[in-house]
């Protein structure tokens, strides 16, 4: 078989997880294919107790990369070592993060989306079990879009209704330093202008060098993707506290159709391909979505997200 058996799972119970999930494990290992787990810490040692066999990976979880642009590259380099190896199905489950987790979902909801191009190449049957006890409704109707097949406790794979019918995810949660008045706002400004106003704004935050860096670079980036791709008006906003720095760029635009924006690089554009992953690769948070004042980039830099 090739090409990427995307399924996901929904379990109320440890038991019902054990029950969709040890069958996966196992029949990977039947086969003698490549068995990966990247699960969190609770479903990994639940894996371990239930599982003798030893011949299963254990992966880090999504959860213990801060971005899932890294995540991506990560997982692709390893698929791609078992795909060259001649595996010929590599079976992998893993949780991926939400708010239950005590993350945002927007770019991980965008991981989901996106996987599905980003490991079409590989020979890979992909389950992602999600727990409705701490999942939030919101991302529960996102997951069944992005993914082809839902898995059952009783072991029946049925086809998702829902994936792939063209509904936008759900929206981008505003940062909670965002029910301030901005501290910069600026109307089609030039990227120039945006990072003079930005070093200047983030003067007394308590940011690392980097961190203050990746700030500047951001708001010019997304500025330039705005002017350069999207629909006047376009405009920037800024806030801040003591440690930690959200900006966000607006226009009238619907933003990239392509769901890998930002989460892989490429050059197939002029500015809006790698200059955008590079801000999936330093930024703490980056969400990307529509609204009712338009299409949205926000950015945060420091603190917690």
Not at 58 to 83: K, N, T, V, W
Not at 91 to 106: K, L, S, T
Not at 188 to 193: G, L, R
Not at 220 to 225: A, D, F
Request: hydrophobic content about 40%; overall charge negative; some cysteine.
């Amino acid at each position: 078989m090739t090409g990427f058996f995307h399924e996901t799972a929904f379990y109320g119970s440890d038991d019902d997880f054990l029950a969709i999930a040890v069958p996966f494990v196992e029949g990977g290992l039947r086969a003698g294919q490549p068995t990966l787990v990247a699960c969190a810490e609770k479903n990994t040692a639940l894996l371990r107790d239930a599982l003798s066999d030893d011949a299963v990976t254990y992966l880090p979880g999504a959860d213990q990369y801060a971005r899932p642009a890294e995540a991506i590259a990560s997982y692709r380099a390893i698929f791609g070592e078992h795909a060259e190896a001649g595996a010929t199905r590599i079976h992998a489950i893993g949780d991926v993060p939400h708010p239950g987790f005590g993350v945002p979902w927007d770019w991980w909801g965008r991981y989901e989306n996106a996987v599905n191009q980003a490991y079409a190449e590989f020979p890979l049957w992909g389950l992602c079990p999600y727990d409705t006890r701490i999942t939030p409704p919101e991302v529960l109707t996102d997951v069944v879009r992005t993914h082809e097949y839902i898995a059952t406790a009783s072991g029946e794979h049925l086809p998702s209704p829902e994936f792939g019918d063209g509904l936008p995810l759900s929206a981008p949660v505003p940062d909670v330093l965002e029910q301030a008045p901005p501290q910069v706002c600026l109307v089609d400004p030039t990227p120039a202008a945006v990072r003079e106003a930005v070093s200047a704004a983030i003067a007394g935050v308590r940011l690392s060098e980097d961190g203050a860096h990746d700030v500047v670079y951001a708001a010019s980036e997304i500025v330039t993707n705005g002017l350069s791709h999207g629909v006047a008006p376009v405009r920037f906003r800024l806030w801040t506290d003591d440690s930690r720095v959200v900006v966000t760029v607006t226009d009238r635009g619907s933003g990239p159709a392509d769901p890998l924006a930002g989460l892989m690089p490429t050059t197939a554009t002029r500015s809006a391909g790698l200059g955008l992953w590079i801000l999936h690769r330093t930024c703490d948070y980056v969400s990307m979505g529509r609204d009712e004042d338009g299409f949205t980039v926000r950015v945060s830099v420091g603190g917690h997200t």
